[in-house]
């Protein structure tokens, strides 16, 4: 039996009183003045007045309760061939000695901080430092290029950046350094200093007066015995940034405040995932994205459990039973991934042979998110693994699942195609574009009532009006979630596809707009439409249509591979923009609008309408033809 329905129904009573209850698992300095203030910020803010550190509670807290000896982070790396294990205390220490290093450096409270670094555990050291000092970090992932490293670096003008040396892709080192050079290049603002990690993959050059070696700085603090203490911080005040994409190349800095983080992530670490203290739990995620911030780094180690570390990928590394060796090996209860990840290892072992090597009598529990997660993809790990398989829904903005099969409170029936039921703290509504609510089992617009939950974005960085405009202008008294979906009579939640032009790639989240943006911007380029087209392996994957400017006299294949070449530069390899078809002319409204619906439902093969506002229908011939000529249609 559930009790999904008390619990949910008992948070609708009185919210403020179920936060209140989830925040006594907390640690404070102070307690909060109101739970909820409804007159604080863009629609009010979560345990005004109150006073916290995050680094305290994740580290400080365990070893005084005893948990010192326990591991907290288990580093697997088989791109390095490294495996580490460390301690409560060990990182305590760890974390205490580098935010010694920062404060050194001139870092304190509210001063930003940029890390660029890939999954080694020092990633998680430098977060908690700040956090421990009551500075504010900002994560960028490993995949992006100097130039969108440059444009955070101008948004949230850090005091300091902390980098390593290189990232390792299979096959190939991805050296960080020249790319954090060339960022800081093109950026307006220059950081103090920045602290590099030097890997022996790549031995970074150092720039004098600015750089500070990471290893020997350590450890000239570590002779001297000096350590940072917690800095107290007002529950509201941001733990961290986290820039993501939305419709334009400005990406959106998410802000995650300090108290209602804790209390949230805390709160569903039993209650979602079904985990206990002292338990291990594996986010095969990356610090760079919403799900290494929760589920790597904070949300296993405020509740005291194990987090493994994971660098590597999920097939090639060296082989599709990667997963099930982590899982053995480090006694592994639950796992959360992308689905793209498991379609991936079932597309190199369709089999699952890899499964029956390894023992997996540990693991319980398979958590999907990022994407819709298909079916196929849902029944063929249920079969091969034989545990529950919960797909649940997020964004980067909420920093935890909207809709979710609650492990810990009883799990309820599985609907395939539904990430089951909206979670305490959200009240979920599908909403026409009158903001009026429409029938069950009819598409609309899902929006969450204000407030948001504790741990929802309070704003975006320094852009409050941007905040207003993108996300409670649409549909008042709502936070729209530009996600469109339906809900059915039970109160399951579908989640069917983004209302803008965001798209997801193998689980990452990337603009079309901001693709278009970089390849308009090329010289031969008259006009474009960067649209996503659906793809086995990575959910979507991202494809131009460009026509070129008249006079150009150059091999279209020329130019394709340029633009190609442009966006990898610009945004970096995890954008997978790999095809650019030229044609002669795009399809368009009478009033001019690209008719980017109509060519994924062509590329898509799926059913579509001439639309009524069409201007010229033959130019929907033409550009099939173009499609289908260059294998561009799905399964055609
Ligand atoms: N640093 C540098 N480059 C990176 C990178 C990083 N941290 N992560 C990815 N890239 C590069 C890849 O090397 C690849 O480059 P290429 O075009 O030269 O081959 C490109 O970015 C695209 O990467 P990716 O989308 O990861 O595709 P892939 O083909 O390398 O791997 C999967 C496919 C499915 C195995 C992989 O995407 C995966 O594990 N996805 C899970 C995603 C995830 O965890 N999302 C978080 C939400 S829960
Ligand atoms: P991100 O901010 O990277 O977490 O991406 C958020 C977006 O990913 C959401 O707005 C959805 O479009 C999509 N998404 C995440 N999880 C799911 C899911 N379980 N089902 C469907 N779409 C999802």
């Given at each position: 039996m559930t009790r999904y329905h008390e619990v949910y129904a008992s948070w609708r009573s009185n919210?403020?009183?179920?936060?209140?209850?989830?925040?006594k698992d907390i640690a404070w300095y102070k307690l909060w003045d109101k739970v909820f203030e409804p007159y604080m910020g863009e629609y009010g803010r979560w345990?005004?007045?109150?006073?916290?550190?995050?680094?305290?509670?994740?580290?400080?807290?365990?070893?005084?309760?005893?948990?010192?000896e326990q591991p907290a982070i288990i580093y697997d790396s088989p791109v390095t061939d490294t495996k580490q294990t460390i301690t409560y205390a060990q990182l305590l220490h760890k974390v205490a000695t580098f935010a010694q290093v920062l404060a050194d450096q001139g870092v304190s409270k509210g001063d930003r901080v940029i890390i660029y670094m890939p999954?080694?555990?020092?990633?998680?050291?430098?977060?908690?430092?700040?956090?421990?000092?009551?500075?504010?970090?900002?994560?960028?992932?490993?995949?992006?290029?100097?130039?969108?490293?440059?444009?955070?670096?101008?948004?949230?003008?850090?005091?300091?950046?902390?980098?390593?040396?290189?990232?390792?892709?299979?096959?190939r080192i991805v050296e960080y350094k020249p790319l954090l050079d060339q960022a800081i290049e093109i950026a307006t603002h220059t950081p103090a200093a920045c602290i590099i990690l030097q890997r022996e993959q790549a031995e970074a050059s150092m720039i004098e007066g600015r750089d500070v070696d990471w290893a020997s700085t350590v450890a000239a603090t570590e002779a001297e015995g000096r350590k940072a203490p917690c800095v107290a911080v007002a529950g509201t005040d941001p733990l961290y940034i986290l820039y993501t994409s939305g419709t334009t190349g400005q990406p959106k800095g998410v802000v995650r405040d300090n108290a209602g983080h804790m209390v949230a992530l805390k709160w569903t670490m039993h209650?979602?995932?079904?985990?206990?203290?002292?338990?291990?739990?594996?986010?095969?995620?990356?610090?760079?994205?919403?799900?290494?911030?929760?589920?790597?780094v904070y949300a296993p180690l405020l509740h005291g459990a194990t987090s493994v570390m994971y660098e590597g990928k999920p097939v090639g590394t060296p082989d599709p039973g990667a997963f099930w060796r982590v899982i053995s090996?480090?006694?592994?209860?639950?796992?959360?991934?992308?689905?793209?990840?498991?379609?991936?290892?079932?597309?190199?072992?369709a089999e699952g042979a890899y499964i029956e090597k390894y023992d997996l009598k540990h693991f319980r529990s398979l958590f999907l998110a990022g994407e819709r997660a298909d079916t196929d993809t849902i029944q063929w790990a249920e079969n091969k693994l034989?545990?529950?398989?919960?797909?649940?829904?997020?964004?980067?903005?909420?920093?935890?699942?909207?809709?979710?099969?609650?492990?810990?409170?009883?799990?309820?029936?599985?609907?395939?195609?539904?990430?089951t039921v909206p979670m305490p703290g959200y009240d979920i509504q599908v909403l026409d574009d009158q903001a009026k609510p429409v029938v069950p089992g009819e598409t609309g617009t899902l929006a969450v009532k204000l407030?948001?939950?504790?741990?929802?974005?309070?704003?975006?960085w320094q852009a409050p009006e941007r905040f207003r405009s993108s996300y409670l202008a649409e549909l008042p008294g709502y936070y729209t979630t530009s996600d469109a979906g339906f809900m059915d009579e039970d109160g399951y939640v579908y989640v069917m596809q983004r209302t803008d032009d965001v798209i997801n790639v193998a689980g990452h989240r990337l603009s079309t707009g901001q693709m278009e943006e970089i390849v308009a911007g090329h010289r031969d380029v008259a006009e474009c439409a960067v649209i996503g087209v659906e793809d086995d392996l990575k959910g979507q994957l991202p494809v131009g249509y460009v026509v070129l400017n008249a006079g150009v006299n150059r091999e279209e294949g020329e130019v394709e591979k340029e633009l190609v070449q442009l966006v990898r530069t610009e945004i970096g390899p995890v954008a997978a923009f790999k095809n650019v078809l030229t044609v002669k002319r795009l399809p368009k409204t009478r009033s001019g609008k690209i008719l980017r619906g109509t060519m994924r439902a062509i590329a898509d093969a799926r059913d579509w309408?001439?639309?009524?506002?069409?201007?010229?229908?033959?130019?929907?011939?033409?550009?099939?033809?173009?499609?289908?000529?260059?294998?561009?249609?799905?399964?055609?």
């Open positions: 919210p403020e009183e179920f936060w209140a209850k989830a925040a345990f005004a007045g109150s006073e916290c550190n995050t680094a305290f509670n994740c580290l400080d807290h365990h070893v005084e309760a005893g948990r010192g999954m080694v555990p020092d990633a998680a050291v430098a977060m908690l430092a700040c956090a421990r000092l009551g500075a504010i970090h900002s994560v960028v992932f490993g995949g992006f290029a100097a130039a969108e490293l440059a444009t955070r670096i101008d948004d949230c003008m850090p005091k300091a950046i902390v980098a390593a040396s290189c990232g390792i892709e299979p096959g209650n979602i995932y079904g985990i206990e203290p002292g338990e291990v739990f594996w986010s095969a995620s990356d610090v760079g994205w919403v799900v290494g911030h929760s589920y790597i090996e480090h006694k592994v209860v639950s796992l959360f991934t992308a689905p793209t990840a498991f379609r991936a290892i079932k597309k190199d072992d034989k545990v529950p398989v919960i797909d649940h829904w997020w964004q980067t903005e909420t920093g935890w699942p909207i809709c979710a099969n609650p492990l810990g409170l009883g799990r309820m029936p599985v609907k395939y195609g539904s990430p407030p948001l939950p504790p741990a929802a974005l309070p704003t975006l309408k001439m639309p009524a506002t069409i201007d010229d229908p033959a130019i929907l011939d033409e550009i099939t033809d173009a499609m289908r000529g260059r294998g561009m249609i799905k399964n055609d």
